[in-house]
Every structure is written in structure tokens, then in C-alpha cells.
């Protein structure tokens, strides 16, 4: 008798205690930073490999829309989408505007698509108002700067050893892409 009302009690305490989130998103933005190097960068797939973890890579959509045609980058993107990992679009603030968002909306996704085969989910304005929502949800889009459980990391020289010190800091937890969080 004792047994089951122990039982039923750990069952109880459970169920009252919220379990700490067994996932995170993980966010590289600024990417990819003016000069960067290849090698850096499939070293940066590398860690991301061998640690089980997939990230989303946030452009800013005015530096791909003026350096996106380049070989380097070209070759950036084709080795993310080949690592399954996500990529995400980040738009100025001053830029978000009713009709411009869309605007803007639509050219970065037609661009990312044809040019490089990526398929985009996930957006950045830099604040989180519901107009922002449902104009990127019509596209599809869904809009993450409001997202609990996330792990920001920029795109700067030292984006090996940051990367490497958050992965130590998660190590209990799945890193995902935003999109997997948002679900």
C-alpha cells in the first residue's frame, strides 16, 4: 500500500515540477561575414557535426543581396544546405514596413531559393510585433526573435571558440535548428 501511494506521490511531484527544456536553438548571425574564410568555415560544420548539433545560420538580407553572388558564398551555402542545417533571414528594423517588409520578404526568399536551392522558414526584424508575424506568416515565414531557449552566437573571428564554449555550456541538451523550437 505504502509502495503505490509513494508511487502516486513522485508521479504527482513530476507532474508540478517543469522539466528543463531538452532542446535548444542555436543562431549563428551575421553570416557569412565579409572575408570569410573556408576553412574556418568547414570547421565550424565540422564541430557542429561531431557534436550532434544543427544550427540556423541568420543572413542579413541587405549584405547577401549585395555579396550573395560570390563563389565564396555561393560555396558557404551549398555546404549548408548538404549539412541539412537551416538558414534564416534577417531584415533592418527601418526597412519593416507594411508593404516594404513584404516586399523585401519576397525578394530575399525568390533569391535564396533560386540562386542557391534553400527553402527559408524562419525570420529576424529585430523586435516582435504581430504585424511583423502575419505579413511573414502569409509567406510561410515564421518570425523567431521572441523565441525561448535560443543561443545567439555571431559570426566574428572568434565563432570557433565561441561555438565550442556553447556547446560545452548545452552539452545535456540537443542543439536544433529555430525551426525545430518554434514547433
Not at 54 to 74: M, N, P, Y
Not at 89 to 113: R, Y
Not at 136 to 144: D, I, P, Q, R
Request: net charge positive; hydrophobic share 45%.
Amino acid at each position: 500500500m505504502y509502495c503505490n501511494l509513494d508511487s502516486l506521490l513522485q508521479g504527482c511531484l513530476k507532474k508540478r515540477v517543469p522539466l528543463p527544456p531538452k532542446r535548444v536553438a542555436l543562431l549563428i548571425e551575421g553570416f557569412p561575414r565579409p572575408c570569410h574564410p573556408i576553412v574556418e568555415f568547414a570547421k565550424l560544420l565540422y564541430l557542429l557535426r561531431l557534436n550532434g548539433a544543427k544550427a540556423t545560420f541568420v543572413v542579413d538580407w541587405q549584405e547577401i543581396r549585395e555579396r550573395g553572388l560570390s563563389s565564396r558564398v555561393a560555396e558557404m551555402m551549398k555546404l549548408l544546405r548538404h549539412n541539412e542545417h537551416e538558414v534564416a533571414i534577417k531584415f533592418k528594423s527601418d526597412l519593416c514596413g507594411g508593404a516594404k517588409l513584404n516586399q523585401h520578404a519576397v525578394e530575399a526568399l525568390h533569391f535564396l531559393q533560386r540562386v542557391y536551392g534553400i527553402t527559408v522558414v524562419s525570420a529576424k526584424v529585430g523586435r516582435s510585433l504581430t504585424a511583423d508575424h502575419g505579413a511573414f506568416a502569409s509567406l510561410g515565414l515564421t518570425v523567431v526573435d521572441g523565441v525561448p531557449n535560443q543561443i545567439v552566437l555571431q559570426d566574428t573571428e572568434t565563432v570557433l571558440l565561441d561555438l565550442t564554449l556553447a556547446l560545452h555550456d548545452v552539452r545535456e541538451m540537443k542543439c536544433v535548428c529555430v525551426k525545430e523550437v518554434c514547433k
